[in-house]
């Protein structure tokens, strides 16, 4: 059974994602939590805050394979 990424990893592995979206795409949604749309922009701030949201956000991200 594969090993599940710790949230830092998660985080770490987000924040180079990040890095990479260009700066015109950074408000487009990348994530819905609890029927909320979040852009790039906005998934960061609550990554970056270490968020209940933004753990979801990386969960989520995560299992759709985004995050490798």
Do not use: C, H, Q
């Amino acid at each position: 059974m594969e090993k599940r990424p710790s949230i830092e990893e998660l985080r770490s592995r987000f924040f180079k994602a990040y890095a990479s979206v260009p700066l015109t795409l950074r408000d487009e949604i990348v994530a819905i939590v609890g029927n909320e749309p979040l852009s790039w922009a906005a998934a960061n701030i609550e990554v970056k805050g270490k968020t209940k949201k933004g753990d979801e956000i990386l969960n989520l991200l995560a299992e759709i394979g985004m995050l490798g």
